[in-house]
């Protein structure tokens, strides 16, 4: 099976703009989880989907969103970016219905600028 | 999830064992131990879990104490590949369909493999 894919890598943004992330699941899972990164905070969970509905969230403010389609693909969008929010933002997946293992994806390194 | 403690940091010689201690006294019955690694800016990796007895897979073996409070991820032949940072991790297992899966991170353990 292919691994969890996250695009793009790398970005590189300026404050004020939003950014969206991507990430595609270990076929046949069904639970997308977002984390951010950065040196301070260590990993920190931002939000989980599970068949397109939100399943829990983290303590991030109402700029991080996100959104899971039918066929498990997730995205993550950032509003109004501000430069603490460079950090390298993690996907994983599962299959969502026990708590079964996550597997992570590469990342997508974000700076804002 | 239960609270773990981990050292900083450790250092193992190339090709002897590695043992990474993990504490986590709080431990509840349905709470599994898990074990990720992070190699420099990559995701982390799944190595292996376990709820009470001991475990072995291809990558390690985990040690867990018999009151569970406390456990050893173990990489029987360290090599330079190894040196990452191991995140040590419990959570509630078992059926449980309309729970979130949200993973804990702690700040994990520093293994620095040498020649």
């Known amino acids: 099976k292919a691994g969890v894919t996250q695009t793009p890598r790398y970005l590189i943004k300026t404050r004020g703009q939003q950014v969206t992330l991507s990430c595609s699941p270990i076929s046949g899972h069904r639970s997308v989880s977002w984390y951010q990164q950065t040196p301070g905070q260590g990993l920190q969970f931002l939000f989980e989907y599970f068949s397109e509905t939100q399943r829990n969230k983290g303590n991030f403010p109402g700029r991080f969103s996100g959104r899971q389609f039918s066929n498990s693909r997730s995205e993550m969008n950032v509003s109004t970016l501000e430069l603490g929010d460079s950090a390298l933002y993690l996907c994983?997946?599962?299959?969502?219905?026990?708590?079964?293992?996550?597997?992570f994806g590469p990342g997508t390194r974000l700076l804002v600028l | 999830d239960a609270k773990t403690t981990q050292p900083t940091s450790m250092d193992c010689a190339e090709g002897r064992a590695a043992n990474l201690p993990c504490n986590h006294s709080t431990i509840s019955g349905n709470e599994y131990v898990y074990w990720y690694r992070q190699i420099h800016s990559q995701g982390p990796q799944y190595i292996i879990h376990?709820?009470?007895n001991n475990e072995t897979n291809e990558m390690a073996s985990l040690i867990i104490t018999e009151d569970r409070k406390s456990s050893t991820l173990i990489l029987p032949h360290a090599t330079l590949r190894d040196t990452a940072v191991y995140y040590c991790i419990v959570r509630a297992g078992g059926l449980n369909t309309g729970t979130a899966s949200k993973l804990t991170f702690g700040t994990g353990t520093r293994l620095q493999v040498t020649l």
């Open positions: 994983a997946s599962s299959s969502g219905v026990r708590r079964e293992t996550q597997y």
């Open positions: 376990g709820l009470k």
